[in-house]
Protein backbone atom coordinates (compact mmCIF):
# COMPACT_ATOMS: atom_id res chain seq x y z
CA UNK A 1 0.00 0.00 0.00
CA UNK A 2 1.66 3.30 -0.91
CA UNK A 3 1.40 6.07 1.36
CA UNK A 4 2.16 9.71 0.45
CA UNK A 5 3.10 11.95 3.06
CA UNK A 6 3.10 15.95 2.07
CA UNK A 7 4.65 18.80 3.58
CA UNK A 8 5.33 22.40 3.34
CA UNK A 9 1.74 23.85 3.59
CA UNK A 10 1.33 27.24 5.76
CA UNK A 11 0.45 30.86 6.26
CA UNK A 12 2.34 33.14 3.65
CA UNK A 13 1.47 36.73 2.62
CA UNK A 14 0.76 37.32 -1.40
CA UNK A 15 3.60 37.46 -3.05
CA UNK A 16 5.37 34.82 -0.79
CA UNK A 17 6.36 31.53 -1.60
CA UNK A 18 6.05 28.23 -0.34
CA UNK A 19 7.70 24.95 -1.48
CA UNK A 20 5.75 21.99 -1.08
CA UNK A 21 6.88 18.19 -0.94
CA UNK A 22 5.46 14.50 -1.07
CA UNK A 23 7.16 11.52 -0.48
CA UNK A 24 6.01 8.16 -1.59
CA UNK A 25 6.74 5.13 0.40
CA UNK A 26 5.39 1.61 0.15
CA UNK A 27 5.90 1.81 -3.61
CA UNK A 28 5.61 -1.97 -5.24
CA UNK A 29 5.54 -0.96 -8.80
CA UNK A 30 7.05 2.45 -10.84
CA UNK A 31 5.56 5.75 -10.23
CA UNK A 32 4.02 7.02 -13.34
CA UNK A 33 2.54 10.25 -13.28
CA UNK A 34 3.35 13.04 -9.87
CA UNK A 35 0.87 15.13 -9.22
CA UNK A 36 -0.72 17.95 -7.37
CA UNK A 37 -4.28 18.98 -6.88
CA UNK A 38 -5.98 21.63 -4.78
CA UNK A 39 -9.30 22.63 -3.43
CA UNK A 40 -10.38 25.77 -3.03
CA UNK A 41 -13.35 26.52 -0.59
CA UNK A 42 -16.16 26.55 -2.27
CA UNK A 43 -14.88 24.95 -5.24
CA UNK A 44 -14.10 21.99 -6.84
CA UNK A 45 -10.93 20.40 -6.74
CA UNK A 46 -8.53 21.18 -9.81
CA UNK A 47 -5.48 20.04 -11.34
CA UNK A 48 -2.23 22.43 -10.55
CA UNK A 49 0.52 20.67 -12.19
CA UNK A 50 1.61 17.34 -13.48
CA UNK A 51 5.25 15.65 -14.12
CA UNK A 52 5.63 12.66 -15.74
CA UNK A 53 7.92 10.07 -15.43
CA UNK A 54 10.13 11.43 -18.28
CA UNK A 55 10.48 14.75 -16.55
CA UNK A 56 7.88 16.75 -18.76
CA UNK A 57 5.04 18.50 -16.84
CA UNK A 58 1.63 20.36 -17.68
CA UNK A 59 0.46 23.43 -15.63
CA UNK A 60 -3.39 24.79 -14.98
CA UNK A 61 -3.28 28.17 -16.49
CA UNK A 62 -3.92 30.28 -13.57
CA UNK A 63 -0.53 28.98 -12.53
CA UNK A 64 2.14 28.76 -15.21
CA UNK A 65 4.70 30.98 -14.49
CA UNK A 66 4.42 30.93 -10.89
CA UNK A 67 4.57 27.34 -10.18
CA UNK A 68 6.77 24.56 -10.85
CA UNK A 69 6.63 20.88 -10.39
CA UNK A 70 9.48 19.11 -10.20
CA UNK A 71 10.23 14.82 -8.96
CA UNK A 72 13.43 13.20 -7.27
CA UNK A 73 12.77 9.75 -8.30
CA UNK A 74 15.59 8.40 -6.36
CA UNK A 75 13.66 10.18 -3.31
CA UNK A 76 10.03 9.24 -4.78
CA UNK A 77 9.44 12.32 -4.13
CA UNK A 78 7.31 15.54 -6.30
CA UNK A 79 7.76 19.20 -5.00
CA UNK A 80 5.88 21.87 -5.83
CA UNK A 81 7.37 25.32 -5.50
CA UNK A 82 5.20 28.21 -5.85
CA UNK A 83 6.30 31.82 -6.26
CA UNK A 84 4.19 35.03 -6.74
CA UNK A 85 1.74 33.54 -4.55
CA UNK A 86 -2.03 34.82 -4.60
CA UNK A 87 -4.96 35.26 -2.23
CA UNK A 88 -6.57 33.23 -5.09
CA UNK A 89 -3.97 30.10 -4.41
CA UNK A 90 -5.83 29.10 -0.85
CA UNK A 91 -6.46 25.67 -0.92
CA UNK A 92 -6.23 22.65 0.36
CA UNK A 93 -3.29 20.94 -1.68
CA UNK A 94 -3.33 17.09 -2.77
CA UNK A 95 -0.43 14.83 -3.67
CA UNK A 96 -1.78 12.72 -6.51
CA UNK A 97 0.46 9.67 -7.69
CA UNK A 98 0.12 6.79 -10.04
CA UNK A 99 1.93 3.58 -10.35
CA UNK A 100 2.02 0.70 -12.37
CA UNK A 101 2.37 -2.83 -11.18
CA UNK A 102 2.76 -5.88 -14.07
CA UNK A 103 -1.47 -5.61 -14.64
CA UNK A 104 -2.40 -2.64 -12.81
CA UNK A 105 -2.72 1.04 -12.43
CA UNK A 106 -2.99 1.88 -9.03
CA UNK A 107 -3.99 5.70 -7.90
CA UNK A 108 -3.26 7.52 -4.60
CA UNK A 109 -4.00 10.57 -3.20
CA UNK A 110 -2.31 12.23 -0.08
CA UNK A 111 -4.10 13.28 3.07
CA UNK A 112 -3.90 17.43 2.07
CA UNK A 113 -1.85 20.12 2.82
CA UNK A 114 -2.98 23.41 3.56
CA UNK A 115 -2.00 26.63 2.05
CA UNK A 116 -3.31 30.27 3.17
CA UNK A 117 -2.35 33.37 1.50
CA UNK A 118 -3.15 36.33 2.86
CA UNK A 119 -3.83 39.62 0.92
Known amino acids: QVQLVESGGGLVQAGGSLRLSCVASGTGGSINSMAWYRRAPGKQREMVAV???????NYADSVKGRFTISRDNAKNTVYLQMNSLKPEDTAVYYCYVVTTTSNNVHYYWGQGTQVAVSS
Open 51 to 57: VGSGGNS
